[in-house]
């Protein structure tokens, strides 16, 4: 069962989260601020720390940036009641790895939780596997049926994003804010750029294939055997 730590405050969403963390076969570990919670991954292994931003003596920015600068690579699902583009680029720039708005949808929550999960034990790896074909992360290279292919960095990137998130669209800008530089000069058009490539390396893998999906992105899709 996985260990999520839940930083928050407020006693009312903090019981709701354990509630739902509870419902889903998670185990809740609880903190009301990020000095506590450092106490707690003292003491308790957890996977993932759901985190308030807005919190009394340490708040989520000081809390992320301390377990980053310490070397601490357990995701960080950031819930904050702040929503502008600068509020959420400075959480992505010390080290969280998503951001929720509140109030927050319990579906989603979920989802995010599982994807953050899975990508972690990827990361831990360093390598991905989607059917017969291998991607590894720390040589930039992808093994399939036919052979062993190292790719440029942001093809890798890229490709690397949208297999570990199978079905999940993605926009251009999204990908660009991700694998990108933020403040890249690049426009979005790069991305389609790097797909074009992408498909034509991977025309005639079984396993996957990247779809675009009108006035939104891309995402992809898995071949089911």
């Given at each position: 069962?996985?260990?999520?730590?839940?930083?928050e405050d407020?006693?009312?969403a903090?019981r709701?989260m354990?509630?739902?963390?509870?419902?889903y076969?998670?185990?809740?570990i609880t903190?009301?601020?990020?000095?506590e919670?450092?106490?707690v991954?003292?003491r308790?292994?957890?996977?993932l720390?759901?985190?308030d931003v807005?919190?009394?003596?340490?708040?989520?920015y000081?809390?992320?940036?301390?377990?980053r600068m310490?070397?601490n690579t357990i995701?960080?699902?950031?819930?904050?009641?702040r929503?502008?583009?600068?509020?959420?680029k400075?959480?992505?720039?010390?080290?969280?790895d998503d951001?929720?708005?509140?109030p927050?949808?319990e579906?989603?929550m979920?989802?995010?939780?599982?994807?953050l999960l899975?990508?972690?034990?990827?990361a831990?790896?360093?390598k991905?596997?989607?059917g017969?074909?291998?991607?590894?992360?720390d040589s930039?290279?992808?093994?399939?049926?036919?052979?062993?292919l190292?790719?440029?960095?942001?093809?890798?990137?890229?490709?690397?994003?949208?297999?570990?998130?199978?079905n999940?669209?993605y926009?251009?800008?999204?990908?660009?804010?991700e694998?990108?530089?933020?403040?890249?000069?690049?426009?979005?058009r790069t991305?389609?750029?790097?797909?074009?490539?992408?498909?034509?390396r991977f025309?005639?893998?079984?396993d996957?294939?990247?779809?675009?999906?009108r006035?939104?992105g891309y995402?992809?899709?898995?071949?089911?055997?």
């Open positions: 069962m996985f260990q999520i730590l839940v930083v407020d006693k009312n903090r709701l354990c509630a739902i963390l509870t419902r076969g998670y185990e809740p903190a009301e601020n990020g000095e919670a450092l106490d991954l003292d308790k292994h957890v996977d720390i759901l985190l807005m919190m009394p003596r340490m708040d989520g000081e809390f992320t940036n301390t377990l310490a070397g995701p960080i699902l950031m819930v904050t009641a929503e502008t583009q600068e509020d959420k400075r959480g992505f720039i010390i080290g969280a951001y929720m708005v509140k927050v949808d579906e989603e979920i989802l995010r939780i599982a994807a899975r990508r972690s034990q990827i831990g790896e360093r991905l596997v989607v017969k074909t291998t991607l590894f992360y930039l290279s992808v093994k399939t049926e036919e052979g062993m190292e790719l440029p960095q942001k093809e890798f990137m890229l490709l690397f994003k949208l297999l570990s998130y199978p999940k669209i926009t251009r800008r999204q990908l660009m804010d694998i990108w530089d933020m403040d890249s000069e690049s426009d979005e991305v389609d750029v790097h797909i074009s490539r992408i498909r034509e025309r005639t893998d079984p996957f294939e990247i779809i675009t999906v006035g939104l995402k992809a899709v898995l071949h089911k055997k």
